[in-house]
Structure formats: structure tokens, C-alpha cells
């Protein structure tokens, strides 16, 4: 029996929930940050055949520590291939991606996602990134998995720029745009909870609470209304196990704190 | 074709085919020739003001520092610059004023570290302009069209997508399918750079792990500057031919520097210096410290070999390669802070 921890910061936390969403003999494109723990959490507990793709190449590794960065050397540590970003973006719009991974700054009722800018993009009052590899693993992953901080600034009604796409405006926007069929955001993890998107209308829906959070905490941190079903689970805290990998993985504490 | 749509992004470095197939035969030789020389020497001779560049690796993985330090050195302005995963390289160009347009796909950020405060700060005063956003499989797709002398290659990506709307690509519809697909527009930069692991003299190129899109990226680049690790005989290459990434004819100049991508990675050779970065990344925090970060590092010293020795020279580069061997851990000041 696995021991529940009575103490974890909510990056843990949210690693360990991500973590838990993917499977074993299945296929994930990680993007920076908190999504490359996760899979690398699941690699060492539920899912050791679990294929880890990164957009630069790596395919397959299975490295000691958390990479910084999505192209650097232990993307590839132990890999099955060190290959290039076109055979990486290529066997994914091919469809032999299950799962795609992100981070993001800003999000919409739809699952689109904001990594450009805030304000006006010729003027841009905070200037992001970009999409990097987000706009072709939200294009081209057959599920997509988006893992983010939530208040009323990041859950908004309209984000400012639509860098990687949710479902757009609705059912079949997607696919009238002309993005594969069937692809599309699959859950949101924030440290509230966790979504799913409803199956007629598109739009995010309460899914479970983490432990000590109320549905109250959830609609009071959304600028946009979630749907809340009748039966709302909650998720599982961290094990002790779960913690210890962690910290195995990210001694350094770069992703998840000390 | 019908189009649906097109994107209102600048469209930098495209040429018509056949145009640029010509500048290739005029200018591009095949004759196997010697093209050692120094990075002055290099960037004198291939790099001129409002070029378009592109630079190789990933960011802050085996990126071109000397070339970039020797650009900064030799005042080189207006330069347009591919954002395809640009990070520490783009940041120290625009940074230093090099570099007032850029197409991003992914730039002004550092991954784990944060984002960069000298290309935020760029941007958001207008200093330095985006002409263009695309994704970075738009990006690494831009450079196969290059490659393959089309003038676009087609795509299911960015599509619906205010990335779409800001990029230089279209919307048609696709005749077989008739499905909508998007029309990823050829790139030719004026110049690409890339850091190597082994290079003979005449600019046969081995990289060890992942090719990132190098692979693309040289053969789309109308000049090719090499800096590599080391410079070895041909016979290293004639013996493992399938070892090269990038064959000599693609390649306009071949730079021998140690070391060459430091504060980058150099996979199984050496790690980030987070030291370093974490250095740039607290002085670049005010114009003052920017300048003061040059004075020091690329104004202050002669060449790359000075810039070695001032950033903490053989103790600092063999402690380099013990973390990229996982033999000790890494130290990064910007970790503190997190």
C-alpha cells in the first residue's frame, strides 16, 4: 500500500497528477518544464514502456535527470534514436503521437492557449516565448495534456493571442480549420484540479478537485464559466514514493522546488 | 489552387526557385579546397549589415559563440534573425544591438531559467521588431523547402491559430483531400552558422547526437560558416562517410575553436555554464549591466581563447565536462532564486 505524503508543494502535486494521465506502451512529445518530469516520473513508477518524444530529436531516452532544455544532451541519454526535429514533428503530423504535453501562460474555455504575448502582438505589453514546438504538438498530437498555474488572469474569457489551438471556436472548428480529425486538448491540470472538455459543446469542464479544494475555489479563479458536473472526483495526493522519485529526478529542484 | 487564407507575417529570405538556383551556381563552389580560417577572418568576409541569419544547434545547445561574440565585435547592425529556438544566441545578438528583426518561433526565453530580460526588453520598447510568428515545425519546414529548391512545403500544423494569422504561410485548399492545408513558405538566410563536434579543412562535418535541423538549415543557407571542436584529416571522414551531417561543398568557411559554443552545451562533451548564463541573465537585467557584459567578456578580450581564460579557463571547462558526464552536479545561480 502506497504511503500518502501529508506535505507537498502544488508543482509536486501537479507532476504527480499529470504523471499518473499517461500510459504505459503509449507515446508522449514533452515540452519544457513540468510536463518532462511528469513522463519522467511515469517512465520510473506506472508506465517503464512509456515512448518519450522531444521535439528535438530525442526519441526514447531514458535519463537520471530532469534536461533544462527539450534539446539538450539528456534528451537523448540512453535513446533509441538521437534524431532531428524534422523526423520528430514528422512522425507526429504523421499520427504516431498519443499524447502531447504542454505548459501555458494563458487559456481560453476551449483549451486554446496563449504563449505570445499579452497586450497588442505590434505592441505587446509582455512578450512570451512563442509557440516553439506548442502550436505542433496541439496541432498534431492526438490528445493534447495542458499543465498550468490557474487565477482569473489565466483562465480568460478571450486569451490575447491564440498561439496553439484548443478547439478553437467550438465542435468541428477544429477540423473545418483543417487540423488532423480527433486531435485536440484531452485534460487540464492546474493546481486546483483537473479538467476534461465536454464531448458536445467543447468547452472545459470540472473533472476533480485536489484535496482540500473547494468547486467554489475553482469557479472563483476562472474568468470564464467551467462546467460542473454532478459527480466531481478528488485526485489522489502525492505517495511518499512518488515524492522521493521526484526529487531524484530534479535534485536540483529546477522544476519542482526544494 | 483556392486560398483561404494568408498569413500578414513578413516573409524574410525567400527567394523564387530557380532565382535562387542561380545564385547557387554562380557562387557556390564545388571544387574541395581548403577554408580554414580564423572567425575574424569569417565573419569579415561572409557576414554583412541587414543580413538574414540563422544560427545552428538549439538555442543554448552547440550554438555558435564565437561567431556570435565576433558579430557583436565587429558591429554588425540590422541584422534579421530565424527565432527557430533561438535562446541564449538570439539573446546576446539582440542584447548587443545586432539584431532589430526577428521571425519567432520560440524566442526571449531560457527554458527553466526564466525569460530573457535584454530580448523582453527589446521588444517591448520597440528596439528590436517581430516581423513574424510561426511554430518550430513551421520553422524546421521553412529550411526543408530551402533545401529541396521548392518554393513551399505543406502542412497540418497552425492552422485556426493566431500564429497562422502572424506568419508568413497560406491556407488552400488541398486538391487531393480537399481538405484546408497550410503552405510553409522556402527560407534561404543570407548566412547559417553551426558549431560542429569534428570538420575536416574542406568543411565535411560530423555532429554527434541530435541534428536538431542542422541537417536542413545548411543545405537551405546560401553561406555556411563552421566552427568545430576540432579540425580532423580527411581521412576521419572518408572512413565513416556516414557519419557527415553536412558534406564540404555546402560549406564557405571552416573555424577550428575548442570549446566554441561556451556558455552553451556541447552534447557528451561539456554542460551549460549556468554560472555564466546565470551571470548574463542578472546583468542583462538594465541597459548599464548589458554594456558592462560586453566590456567585459567580448570588447575586453582579443579572441575566443581570451574569453576562455577570463570565464574561468581549464578548471572551469573540465568542471564543464564532469557535469556533462554526470560526474558532478551542476552549479547555476539562477537556481537559488527559484
Redesign the interface.
Known amino acids: 500500500m502506497a504511503h500518502q505524503a501529508t506535505e507537498y508543494n502544488p508543482r509536486e502535486l501537479q507532476a504527480c497528477v499529470a504523471s499518473r494521465m499517461l500510459e504505459d506502451k503509449k507515446s508522449v512529445f514533452v515540452g519544457?518544464?513540468l510536463p518532462m518530469i511528469a513522463s519522467m516520473l511515469a517512465q520510473r513508477t506506472h508506465a517503464p514502456g512509456l515512448l518519450i518524444i522531444f521535439?528535438?530529436?530525442?526519441m526514447g531516452p531514458q535519463s537520471?535527470?530532469l534536461p533544462?532544455?527539450?534539446?539538450?544532451?539528456r534528451?537523448?541519454y540512453r535513446a533509441v534514436a538521437?534524431?532531428?526535429?524534422?523526423d520528430a514533428?514528422s512522425v507526429?503530423?504523421a499520427g504516431y503521437l498519443d499524447y502531447g504535453f504542454l505548459g501555458a501562460a494563458q487559456m481560453d474555455m476551449y483549451g486554446?492557449i496563449n504563449t505570445?504575448v499579452i497586450g497588442d502582438?505590434e505592441?505587446?505589453?509582455?512578450?512570451?516565448?512563442?509557440?516553439?514546438?506548442?502550436?505542433?504538438l496541439g496541432?498534431?498530437c492526438h490528445r493534447t495534456i495542458i499543465i498550468m498555474g490557474q487565477d482569473k488572469r489565466r483562465f480568460m474569457e478571450k486569451v490575447d493571442?491564440?498561439?496553439?489551438?484548443g478547439y478553437?471556436d467550438g465542435p468541428g472548428?477544429?477540423e473545418?480549420?483543417?487540423?488532423?480529425e480527433g486531435s485536440g486538448p484531452y485534460r487540464v491540470i492546474t493546481q486546483l484540479g483537473v479538467y476534461s472538455f465536454d464531448e458536445e459543446t467543447k468547452r472545459m469542464k470540472l473533472l476533480a478537485v485536489h484535496p482540500g479544494v473547494t468547486i467554489e475555489d475553482v469557479k472563483e479563479n476562472s474568468s470564464f464559466e467551467i462546467i460542473i458536473p454532478e459527480e466531481v472526483g478528488t485526485t489522489k495526493p502525492p505517495t511518499e514514493e512518488e515524492l522521493r522519485l521526484l526529487h531524484e529526478i530534479d535534485?536540483?529542484?529546477?522544476?519542482i522546488?526544494? | 489552387m483556392e486560398i483561404l487564407l494568408e498569413g500578414e507575417g513578413e516573409l524574410l529570405g525567400w527567394h523564387d526557385p530557380d532565382e535562387n538556383r542561380k545564385w547557387v551556381l554562380e557562387n557556390k563552389s564545388r571544387h574541395l579546397h581548403d577554408k580554414r580560417m580564423g572567425v575574424k577572418e569569417a565573419v569579415g568576409k561572409f557576414v554583412r549589415d541587414g543580413d538574414y541569419v540563422a544560427c545552428g544547434?538549439?538555442?543554448?545547445?552547440r550554438t555558435p559563440m564565437a561567431l556570435i561574440y565576433e558579430i557583436i565585435r565587429q558591429g554588425r547592425r540590422n541584422l534579421a534573425m530565424a527565432?527557430k529556438?533561438a535562446?541564449h544566441d538570439i539573446d546576446i545578438l539582440i542584447g548587443a544591438g545586432c539584431v532589430t528583426r526577428v521571425e519567432?518561433?520560440?524566442?526571449?526565453?531560457h527554458?527553466?531559467?526564466g525569460?530573457s530580460p535584454a530580448?523582453?526588453r527589446a521588444?517591448?520598447t520597440?528596439q528590436c521588431k517581430?516581423v513574424a510568428?510561426?511554430?518550430?515545425?513551421?520553422y524546421?519546414?521553412r529550411f526543408?523547402a530551402g533545401m529541396m529548391g521548392v518554393p513551399f512545403i505543406p502542412?497540418?500544423?497552425?492552422?485556426?491559430?493566431?500564429?497562422l494569422k502572424?506568419s508568413c504561410c497560406k491556407?488552400v485548399k488541398d486538391p487531393w483531400s480537399g481538405?484546408?492545408?497550410?503552405l510553409i513558405p522556402a527560407a534561404y538566410p543570407d548566412v547559417a552558422m553551426l558549431h560542429v563536434h569534428r570538420c575536416d579543412m574542406y568543411g565535411n562535418a560530423q555532429i554527434d547526437?541530435?541534428?536538431?535541423?542542422?541537417?536542413?538549415l545548411a543545405r537551405a543557407a546560401r553561406r555556411v560558416l563552421i566552427t568545430t571542436e576540432e579540425i580532423v584529416d580527411n581521412e576521419v571522414i572518408r572512413n565513416e562517410p556516414y557519419r557527415t551531417a553536412i558534406p564540404f561543398f555546402l560549406v564557405d568557411a571552416v573555424c577550428e575553436v575548442p570549446y566554441g559554443t561556451h556558455p552553451a552545451?556541447m552534447?557528451?562533451l561539456y554542460f551549460?555554464d549556468e554560472e555564466h548564463i546565470g551571470e548574463w541573465l542578472e546583468l542583462s537585467k538594465t541597459p548599464e549591466g548589458t554594456k558592462q557584459y560586453f566590456d567585459k567578456y567580448v570588447f575586453g578580450v582579443e579572441d575566443f581563447q581570451e574569453y576562455l581564460e577570463l570565464v574561468g579557463g581549464v578548471r572551469k571547462l573540465n568542471y564543464l565536462k564532469r557535469v556533462?558526464r554526470?560526474q558532478e552536479?551542476?552549479r547555476?545561480p539562477w537556481?537559488e532564486k527559484?
Open positions: 519544457t518544464g521535439e528535438a530529436g530525442g537520471p535527470v533544462i532544455s527539450v534539446g539538450d544532451s534528451t537523448f538521437a534524431s532531428s526535429m524534422h514533428m507526429t503530423q486554446n505570445t502582438w505592441r505587446p505589453k509582455v512578450r512570451f516565448p512563442g509557440s516553439g514546438g506548442a502550436n505542433d496541432s498534431l493571442f491564440v498561439t496553439t489551438p478553437l472548428a477544429r473545418r480549420a483543417g487540423l488532423p535534485p536540483a529542484g529546477m522544476s522546488g526544494k | 544547434g538549439f538555442g543554448h545547445i527565432g529556438t535562446v519567432v518561433a520560440y524566442a526571449f526565453g527554458e527553466l531559467r525569460l530580448g523582453r521588444v517591448e520597440g517581430v510568428e510561426i511554430s518550430n515545425a513551421g524546421q519546414w526543408l502542412s497540418r500544423n497552425m492552422m485556426g491559430t493566431d500564429t502572424k491556407v481538405k484546408p492545408i497550410c547526437g541530435i541534428l536538431v535541423e542542422d541537417f536542413e552545451e552534447p557528451y551549460y556533462e554526470f552536479p551542476m547555476a537556481l527559484k
